[in-house]
């Protein structure tokens, strides 16, 4: 199983509201990590968390919450956003780092709108 | 710092035919891995292949063969016979070894992608 499976598929969302991601994988895989994905351009790497740690934040705005309650599952939360923060947004996860141990397996994202 | 080009914004064959997707990489570290990725419209990226820098053997698997130099830091992806079905935007992604506790080798630098289009 090379699942990483992300709730929901689709979601709009006024600039008030909270609201948040939801992202589990069954592989055993130790990082996790959140990418933002505007339309037309590559995946931009977001959050890293290695060992359930947060390992990396590439400067991300407080208005975006990564959580990990255990080594299965990453959330995203989302307060206060912008419209411009409409983007597809890809959950990952790999045995350790990308490098020689193995690769990122890539959810099949959430397309978010803000309203 | 490390970078991923991909010269080629679209290409659009007709079905059967070869493609060939490039791409142009730059580090500064020894050890290295290169990745290809598959984005079809639903939006999941699909990983293909992984090299590390030590291995400069090309590889082939069905109709999909890469195409590994370093002496050009190339690592380039070839579709033969192309389908329908492989209408997608492929990128291309390094990975700098770094240190395992935790650094740079858990980012993954993408190109900008390669809007393949297969008519029929």
């Known amino acids: 199983d090379t699942e990483v499976t992300q709730t929901p598929k689709h979601l709009v969302m006024g600039m008030t509201n909270k609201k948040s991601l939801k992202c589990e994988q069954h592989?055993?895989?130790?990082?996790m990590y959140w990418y933002k994905q505007k339309a037309k351009k590559p995946p931009e790497l977001m959050f890293v968390?290695?060992?359930?740690?947060?390992?990396i934040n590439e400067s991300v705005p407080s208005r975006f919450s990564p959580e990990c309650p255990n080594s299965s599952l990453l959330n995203l939360h989302l307060h206060a956003l912008q419209p411009e923060d409409s983007a597809l947004y890809l959950c990952?996860?790999?045995?350790?780092?990308?490098?020689?141990?193995?690769?990122?397996?890539f959810g099949q994202g959430t397309r978010l709108t803000v309203v | 710092a490390q970078k991923v080009t991909q010269a080629q914004t679209e290409i659009s064959v007709v079905e059967k035919e070869d493609v060939t997707l490039d791409c142009v990489y730059e580090?500064?570290?020894?050890?290295?891995?290169l990745f290809w990725y598959k984005q079809p419209p639903s939006g999941e990226l699909v990983f293909l292949i992984r090299?590390?820098?030590?291995?400069?053997q090309n590889e082939i698997s069905g109709r999909y063969s890469w195409n590994f130099q370093k002496s050009t830091s190339s690592f380039n992806f070839t579709i033969t016979a192309s389908q329908v079905v492989d209408s997608a935007v492929y990128f291309c992604?390094?990975?700098?070894?770094?240190?395992?506790?935790?650094?740079?080798?858990?980012?993954?630098?993408f190109g900008k992608g390669t809007l393949l289009t297969v008519n029929p």
């Open positions: 968390y290695s060992y359930e740690k947060l390992s």
């Open positions: 990952a996860s790999s045995l350790s780092g990308t490098g020689a141990w193995t690769e990122a397996f």
């Open positions: 992604a390094l990975s700098e070894g770094g240190d395992r506790s935790g650094g740079s080798n858990y980012k993954l630098t």
């Open positions: 580090t500064r570290d020894t050890t290295y891995y």
């Open positions: 592989m055993g895989h130790r990082a």
């Open positions: 090299r590390n820098s030590f291995d400069e």
